[in-house]
């Protein structure tokens, strides 16, 4: 952070702090309010003018866990040498800084703020500005980049994601059989996990795109009430999905997990032109599909209707009359939902054939093959009238300068090309003569 700034100035932000000077200091020595020593892992101070902003920082990688009675022990450290908060960096994603890993009395936050931030987030972070951004000075760009060496590293155990969990397994079979409930402590866990899991999602798009990419989430909503939104789905509809928003795409990406019939789906909706005939809107999405997997589904929804249609791409371009309205063939398209279905990863980590690799790798392929080529509908910009055209032409042509029609372009055309072999016969034959150099 120290060595480059830019990206220093990164984390400071993520973290809510200032723009300023940055120090860090690793296994620094404080006191407490009975004199005794702690070391936490780090500090950082960041500097603006007369003012500065000071944290205190516990670090923690592979699957260990940050402990409830050590971050409030670096609460009261923090409070007593007017630190302004106690920063975790752990392999637990997050959806804010805010969102606490650790369960500690809210009356030590009154002065001291408690913020987590992921590796996976940090190397995000790295990546981005080395790769998309660019970091001004090459030596500062060369240390950036074996930062992002190490922690892509497994051995640093600054690892992504850590799975869905030693209860994924019995909560998957629960909800197949219909068995589960919401009071089961598992439900909550996996809740929790498919949460990070989106976030995770996110920043792997991000570090792939050079762009920010957040799930899409209610203002406001707090991590519980989002992980009791979670469990619901699984005990009622027996599915997890989230929505991911990325910058200039046509729409946010979903990706539904269906627990009961293992599948996983990812689908994106696209509004339907608002003129033309109802089949050449149609054929307008159809033709933007070229090139894409032959089993996606092309879900069409129709304006004042709760009907819709459905095809298969491969049948959609040899029947495109079969997503036209079943009742009513002139009932205009609303929009076109795109959607990929295919079979759950069943393992529980993130190893090859895990639930967590497989539908990462499918939301990134039902990008790349599908929604990075997908361009909105645009009306085409207005036309001006005969009579307008005609009133252009006169006017052009009182001011000397006459409107220029397709016929005396053409004349233009014929009269340069005449004066350009002109020119060059004249040339070749004074060359000959020896009057000029032949070029």
């Not at 001291?112 to 190397?123: A, D, E, G, P, Q």
């Not at 990134?364 to 509908?377: A, E, K, S």
């Amino acid at each position: 952070m120290m060595a480059v700034p830019e990206f220093g100035q990164a984390v400071i932000s993520e973290l809510g702090g200032p723009k300023g000077r940055i120090t860090a200091f690793t296994e620094v020595q404080m006191k407490d309010e009975n004199g005794v020593r702690h070391i936490p892992d780090g500090a950082i101070v960041c500097r603006r003018g007369k003012s500065s902003w000071c944290a205190l920082v516990e670090v923690k990688t592979g699957s260990a866990k940050v402990k409830s009675e050590q971050v409030t022990r670096y609460l009261d450290l923090a409070r007593v040498n007017k630190f302004d908060a106690v920063v975790t960096i752990t392999n637990e994603i997050t959806a804010s800084r805010d969102d606490a890993i650790v369960h500690v009395d809210k009356r030590k936050l009154k002065s001291v703020k408690l913020l987590n931030v992921s590796w996976w987030r940090i190397l995000t972070m790295a990546i981005l500005h080395h790769r998309y951004k660019g970091v001004s000075d090459p030596d500062q760009a060369w240390i950036l980049g074996e930062l992002i060496a190490y922690l892509d590293s497994e051995r640093s155990g600054a690892s992504g994601f850590l799975g869905m969990g030693d209860e994924w397994v019995a909560v998957r079979d629960a909800v197949g059989h219909g068995t589960l409930r919401s009071s089961d402590p598992g439900a909550k866990d996996v809740a929790t996990r498919w949460d990070q899991f989106v976030e995770y999602m996110a920043l792997s798009l991000s570090q792939e795109l050079g762009r920010e990419v957040r799930p899409v989430r209610a203002r406001g909503a707090e991590p519980e009430a989002r992980r009791d939104k979670f469990v619901q789905e699984m005990v009622v509809d027996g599915t997890l999905s989230g929505d991911l928003k990325i910058p200039d795409a046509v729409g946010p990406v979903r990706v539904v997990a269906d627990l009961r019939t293992r599948k996983v789906t990812t689908l994106v909706s696209i509004a339907a032109p608002a003129e033309g005939r109802p089949q050449t809107r149609i054929n307008w999405i159809l033709k933007q599909l070229r090139g894409a997997p032959s089993d996606l589904r092309i879900d069409v929804r129709f304006s004042s209707a709760k009907e819709s249609s459905s095809l298969l791409l491969v049948d959609a371009i040899e029947n495109p009359q079969g997503l036209l309205s079943a009742n009513d063939k002139r009932r205009e398209p609303r929009s076109f939902e795109l959607a990929l279905v295919r079979k759950m990863g069943l393992k529980r980590g993130i190893d090859a054939g895990s639930f967590a690799r497989e539908t990462r790798r499918q939301m990134l392929i039902f990008y790349r093959d599908i929604v990075q080529d997908l361009t909105p509908w645009r009306a085409a910009a207005p036309k001006l009238s005969e009579s307008a055209t005609e009133e252009v032409n006169e006017v052009s042509a009182v001011d000397g300068a006459p409107a220029v029609s397709p016929e005396s372009d053409a004349m233009d055309s014929e009269v340069s090309r005449e004066a350009v072999m002109y020119a060059t016969e004249q040339s070749e034959l004074s060359a000959r003569e020896g009057q000029l150099p032949s070029h």
